[in-house]
């Protein structure tokens, strides 16, 4: 994203929104502009959060994280560069978390790695995101509702004690209230796309989500420069209008797993 579409972005979400997801190629901290966005959020009155491979991380970028961001997650790619972010961000004082990804083939690895405490220490979060069938995501390589490791890792994790918080994203939540464990419903938020949250593309283009992104069938673009609150609410009236629903939709691949 340009430096000064990004400005535009700040300028039209000041005081309506409190909390930017920086993305975008798996190092949103290697942008070459990244110090001036971050201080831009923090003009804006906006907490930056993002995740990252770690790839490139360095002292001077952990340093700009406790600075301005308010947590920063590093994805599990299982290398030494993934570990050594995690240090320097730990070392740093940042509040960091793991992304981990469950698919068909990572659900057993990741309980065997909560129940050996084999992910760093001093991390304040792991937080399982679910295997999407976009971009270079496969459909073979889904969760689905047969899946004892992914059912065994829920019930670990609502019944077991760990050293950190574990989280899920709400795309996982369909799983979750139908097999909860000991998880209260209660504290589940649902697909939050175009509800509260949406994705803005390198180009500003605004989408509900990010998964969006290859058809982009929701995209709009605020081209008389009306306000991207105002373009979100046009697209969350349509997407339910679409779908005939009177009520917020479900979450896009809720039918994909349990």
Not at 77 to 100: F, P, W
Not at 222 to 247: F, M, N, T
Request: net charge positive.
């Amino acid at each position: 994203m340009k430096l000064q579409d990004f400005k535009e972005l700040t300028a039209q979400c000041r005081g309506k929104t409190y909390q930017f997801a920086l993305g975008g190629c798996g190092d949103p901290d290697q942008h070459e502009d990244f110090e001036e966005i971050l201080h831009l959020c923090k003009k804006a009155g906006i907490v930056p959060n993002f995740t990252t491979s770690g790839l490139g991380m360095n002292e001077h970028i952990a340093r700009l994280c406790k600075k301005y961001c308010g947590a920063v997650a590093v994805s599990w790619y299982r290398s030494e560069y993934t570990l050594h972010a995690i240090e320097l961000l730990t070392a740093a004082g940042v509040k960091t978390n793991i992304h981990y990804v469950l698919c068909r083939h990572t659900a057993a690895e990741a309980l065997q790695r909560l129940k050996e405490r084999s992910f760093p220490e001093r991390i304040n979060a792991v937080v399982f995101l679910l295997h999407k069938p976009v971009g270079l995501g496969s459909r073979g390589n889904m969760v689905r509702q047969d899946n004892e490791d992914f059912r065994r890792l829920i019930e670990y994790v609502s019944s077991e004690s760990c050293r950190y918080k574990i989280g899920f994203v709400s795309c996982t939540v369909p799983a979750l209230i139908r097999h909860p464990g000991n998880i209260d419903a209660d504290s589940l938020d649902t697909c939050e796309g175009a509800r509260w949250s949406a994705y803005v593309t390198p180009d500003m283009k605004l989408l509900p989500c990010s998964f969006d992104n290859q058809e982009q069938r929701w995209a709009a673009v605020p081209s008389d420069r009306r306000s991207s609150c105002a373009v979100r609410k046009r697209i969350q009236s349509q997407k339910q209008k679409a779908d005939g629903l009177d009520e917020p939709v479900r979450p896009p691949f809720a039918s994909s797993i349990f």
